[in-house]
């Protein structure tokens, strides 16, 4: 809903930046590199630059999260385990004290 607010402001010969900014959907030093493409006149050069920038910056967010989860996942199995072997081992010791 609030990009078809750019999407009219496009449509009425606005600026792409100016567009953008008027969404409020973009951070502002994307905007920023859209108005220096735009005043460069190589605003696919600055889309590549800017796409290869927020990928990287994906990937550092996504390896973080992922190193953070790790141990997570670890204690998460290592509890799971630990309960199937709980569970396996006291019926053993109830059959040997009933045994004896």
Known sequence: EKLS???????RGHDISYSINESEVF?????SMLRIGEESGRLDETLSVTNDFYSEELNIKIEKTMKSAEPIVTLVIGLIIGLFIIAMVIPMFDAINSIQ
Do not use: C, D
């Open 27 to 31: 951070s502002n030093s994307f905007i």
């Open 5 to 11: 607010i750019s999407r009219e402001y496009i449509r």
